[in-house]
Every structure is written in C-alpha cells, then in structure tokens.
C-alpha cells in the first residue's frame, strides 16, 4: 500500500485563513515536509496539530524529495508545505511532486491561499485572463529583458516584487511597457494591508519618494491597452519644450528626458525617438 502526497496551502499573513480540511489532514498524515520547521511549528502549535516535521527547502529538496519518496513507497503519508501559501507556487513542492507522479503515488492538492491571486481578485483588474510571471530577475537589464518578453501578452501580468527592488521594477516595467494602469498589493491578509492603485507612471513616482517600502509585495500590471496610447495625443514639440524646460532648470539631459517622459506618461525610449525626430523637423 503506498503513502499519499498532499499538497497543503496554508495562510499567507492571518491565521485564520486555513481550510478545515488543511487542518485535519496535517493532523493525519505521517509527516510533514516543510520548508521552514520552526515557522511551520507555530502554525501547527496554533491549531494543535503533533505531527512529526522534516525540511524541505529548495537546498536539500533533491536529497529529502528522495527520502520521502522512501517514506510513501513504504505507505506513510506525507503533506508538503510552505512558509506561506501554496506550495509550488514559487517555492519548493515542484521536485517532489514531479518524482511521486514518476513512481504512482498519488498526489492530492488540499487548496487555499496564494499571494497572487488574493491580489488579483482585489485589485481591479481584469481576471479573465491573467499570465503569473513570479519573480522578475533582480538585476536591471536582466528585468528589462523579460519585460520585453512579456510586453505583448495579452493578459493582465502578475509578479511577486522585494520591497528593496520595487521602485526599480516599477521604473523599467514603465520604461518598457509604457503607462500602463497597475497594482501595488502590499502585506496582504495582514494589519498592513494595501493596495496602491495607479498608473505605472503615477505609482513609479509615489515610490521614488518613499524610503522604507517594507512587507510582501504583489505587482499587478494591466494588459496593453488603447487609451494608454493617449501619450500619441501629446506633440513632440510639447515634450521638445519640457526637455528644454528641464534642462534650463539644472537637470542634465539624460534626467530631463527621464522625467518629461514621465511627466508625459510615455516611455523613455518613446520620448527619445520622439525628441530624436522633433530634431530632424
Ligand atoms: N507560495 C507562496 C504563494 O502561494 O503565494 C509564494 C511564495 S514566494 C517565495 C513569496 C512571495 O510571495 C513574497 O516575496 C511576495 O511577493 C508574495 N507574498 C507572500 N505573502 C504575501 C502577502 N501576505 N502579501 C503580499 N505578497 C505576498
């Protein structure tokens, strides 16, 4: 008789939000495979929960995705979990789940909170049809590049953001997908919780002007849409003059392009290549 792997979403901020049925079944099960035990026990401690704990975090996950597999072909039951939310959703379940399927154990999801889709569900934005990129890389021309990747789809994106890295993710995310309406859900479930809604031009403003971002962040970002053509409406002339403008005010050429292009809700590159053009006229 072989063991079961459940997958176990557990809360990503309030304890309270856990399923009656997360809670048994970590309460049944053998073992629980999670990626922080200390952070899992008080959770478990929370609602009375005994049951034996091992890691399971992304560096040990091959050696333990191993031995637990071990553990199920002798017919104990296994839940995975997280520090927050729903595991496999960028962090560690997805070895394990992959290597069980491999060898016919079964695996059931026991489904709950996720960061991304509490976001989403709250933030305005359409839910039709959404693409959850998870973490953008951290080093700026690395994160342009996978914005570019993305900057045709057709959905509403979805990342999860560091409070440290926010201000610059917002800066190239207008740099390349220009003004677009977007979300910044912060802390959510939490005492803290917020949602800054706002263009991408509007909220890369707000937080260049905050110091401490703090907490767990979830960036929204609308689909390409029409009226955030509205930047065509403004002439190049216009914008000639606010660079000039600028400049006249002490800024040097490269921050005067950077901030009437924000002022203006256009991309950089859109203003360079308008400016580049106004020149010629
Ligand atoms: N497995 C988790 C899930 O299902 O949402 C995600 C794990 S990922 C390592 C952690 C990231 O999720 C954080 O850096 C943050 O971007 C997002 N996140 C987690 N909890 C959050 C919360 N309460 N509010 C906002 N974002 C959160």
């Known amino acids: 008789m072989l063991g079961t792997l459940y997958i176990v979403a557990t809360p990503i901020g309030n304890l309270a939000d856990i399923t009656q049925r997360a809670i048994q079944t970590l ?45 199920l072909r002798e017919g104990n039951d296994v839940a995975i979990v997280s520090d927050a939310g ?37 933030s ?35 990342f999860y953001e560091a409070p440290h890295r926010l201000r610059d993710a917002l800066e190239d995310a207008l740099e390349v997908l220009g003004p677009r309406q977007a979300v910044v859900a912060r802390e959510l479930t939490k005492i803290h919780e917020e949602f800054r809604r706002g263009k991408l031009n509007e909220l890369a403003e707000y937080y260049s002007n905050e110091q401490n971002v703090r907490g767990e962040i979830v960036l929204i970002i609308d689909r390409s849409r029409d009226e955030d053509k509205s930047s065509a409406a403004v002439t190049n002339t216009e914008l000639q003059r606010l660079v000039a403008r600028l400049e006249d005010e002490g800024l040097d050429h490269r921050a005067a392009l950077k901030k009437a292009a924000r002022e203006l809700g256009m991309s950089r590159d859109e203003a360079y290549r308008r400016l580049t053009v106004a020149r010629r006229q």
């Open 27 to 71: 309460k049944d099960v053998d073992i629980i495979a999670a990626e922080d035990t200390r952070h899992t026990h008080k959770l478990l401690q929370h609602y009375g929960i005994n049951t034996k704990t091992t890691s399971y975090h992304e560096h040990n996950e091959q050696q333990r995705s191993e031995e637990l597999l071990a553990r």
């Open 86 to 122: 729903t595991p496999g959703i960028n962090d560690p379940a997805f070895r394990l789940v992959r290597l069980a399927l491999d060898n016919n154990i079964p695996v059931v999801p026991v489904p709950g909170p996720s960061a991304f889709l509490a976001a989403l569900v709250a």
């Open 124 to 158: 305005g934005l359409p839910t039709d049809e959404f693409f959850f990129a998870g973490f953008l890389p951290s080093r700026s021309g690395a994160r342009r590049t996978r914005l570019n990747e993305l900057r045709s789809i057709a959905s509403t994106l979805i």
